[in-house]
């Protein structure tokens, strides 16, 4: 038998076996190739919400898309505002010693209240014999013990809490510092505290419909002894999500329809000409939506408000929403008769919101909560509560219900002048 041939010693051979492993390796190439693609057509095709493309080089911001409409192509990003540090000097000055007030309450009913919440014996027998007790005359005003204010479970805290947000009189329980449920970490990052100091804020925190919630900064401050630290905590509690918000403008561009829907209430004469010169910037270009606001809102988006005069109201939802295409604003809109009246004779319900149009938040039973302004896509432009740690912003309609947590489900009105029904 003739053993085989080395390939070594037939040139031939060897060649046919070289060119047989290049076309394997070409072969191998492309289907990693097509296999490749495959799998960025089906992660594109499976992951949740829009992704945008880098419209260029320099623009690599992180933001997501925004569902299509006649607002155009729209553009966000999540930002954090916080107090600045003067504020949050002046508001750690306003921190009272923790006090519950419960109207036409006596003392029994109250502890009777603490039982059907949760609290311990032992929670209620230092309550009653530690806390400060006083008779107002429309109700009833305790001084709480502090460690008991801190030992209080989550679940306490949020039914206990809930009671007393019921009366504008307990201001950090109606108005809490709050942030998106789930978004604790987010909430402290790079805010430079202590883990002492967060720990001691996860002992506080609690939960209410769709937001974390923190009441007792009082509390938390008066177991900080540097001043610095305090100051942090505040600015850290205080910051609140808001949207930088954008719409994109290429050179197909529907001009006049952008301006029809951008323009309503106030000049259209100078949305026109801006939103036109920016269809000729080769590519595309991205404009703050801030422009196209009325100057009432374009003013203080991302702001906070001045501390009044004393004596007069601070800044609210109601005054910022109807106050929205007015300037200089008209400050008869602090009178609740008179906006109400306002929305019954000159308003009417719509089904479909559109830019300007009102939005309240009302319970199950039609009484109102909170008015913003619809703007677009999901997203309106709000002031919340008539307090002065609350900037105004845009937020989108979800984390809108998140900031307003009630234990029913809180239903939402369009109305629109009538005069710009269409």
């Known amino acids: 038998m003739t053993a085989p041939a080395d390939a070594t010693s037939h040139p031939d051979s060897s060649r046919r076996w070289f060119f047989g492993l ?31 493309k880098t419209y260029s080089p320099t623009n690599r911001e992180p933001y997501f898309a925004g569902n299509p409409g006649p607002w155009g192509e729209l553009e966000y990003a999540r930002i954090n505002i916080e107090l600045t540090d003067e504020f949050a000097l002046a508001e750690e000055k306003n921190f009272r010693q923790t006090l519950w ?23 209620r027998d230092a309550l009653r014999t530690q806390a400060n007790w006083s008779v107002v005359p429309d109700g009833l005003l305790i001084t709480p013990p502090g460690d008991l204010v801190m030992e209080l479970s989550p679940e306490m805290r949020a039914r206990l809490y809930a ?37 001691l804020v996860q002992k506080v925190v609690y939960q209410r419909g769709l937001a974390l919630c ?17 100051q942090r905590l505040i600015k850290t509690l ?42 000729k910037v080769p590519g595309s270009i991205s404009l703050d939506v801030a422009h196209l606001l009325p100057p009432f809102a374009r003013k203080r988006l991302n702001s906070y408000p001045t501390p009044p005069a004393p004596g007069q109201p601070a800044p609210d939802c109601y005054w910022s929403a109807w106050n929205f295409f007015r300037d200089p604003p008209d400050d ?30 009302t319970r199950p039973d039609g009484v109102p909560i909170h008015c ?43 109305f629109r002048p009538k005069s710009s029904a269409n």
């Open 238 to 279: 205080s910051r609140t999500s808001s949207l930088l918000m954008k719409i994109r403008v290429r050179p197909e561009t529907d001009v006049a329809a952008l301006t029809a829907y951008w323009g309503r209430g106030w000049h259209v004469k100078d949305i026109e000409p801006l939103l036109a010169s920016l269809t």
């Open 101 to 123: 007030f419960f109207p036409s309450q006596n003392q029994e009913q109250v502890l009777a209240l603490c039982e059907s919440v949760g609290l311990t014996t032992p929670q």
């Open 214 to 230: 923190v009441s007792d900064a009082p509390e938390l401050c008066a177991r900080i002894s540097d001043p610095a630290e305090r």
């Open 372 to 414: 913003a302004v619809f703007v677009a896509d999901d997203v309106v432009f709000t002031k919340n509560g008539a307090n002065l740690r609350q900037p105004w912003k845009l937020m989108k309609m979800e984390d809108l219900l998140a900031r307003y947590p009630e234990d029913f489900p809180l239903r939402v009105a369009i």
């Open 332 to 361: 008869r809109y602090y009178n609740d008769a008179l906006w109400r009246q306002e929305l019954q004779q000159n308003c009417q319900l719509v089904e479909q919101p559109t830019f300007g149009d009102l939005v309240f938040l």
């Open 163 to 199: 009671v007393l947000a019921q009366s504008r009189q307990n201001d950090l329980h109606a108005w809490p510092f709050v942030y998106r449920q789930g978004g604790f970490a987010e909430w402290f990052t790079n805010s430079s505290l202590l883990p002492a100091t967060i720990a």
């Open 22 to 52: 290049l076309v394997l390796c070409l072969v191998q190439f492309v289907l990693l190739l097509t296999l490749a693609g495959f799998l960025r057509q089906k992660d594109s095709a499976t992951t949740p919400g829009r992704q945008f």
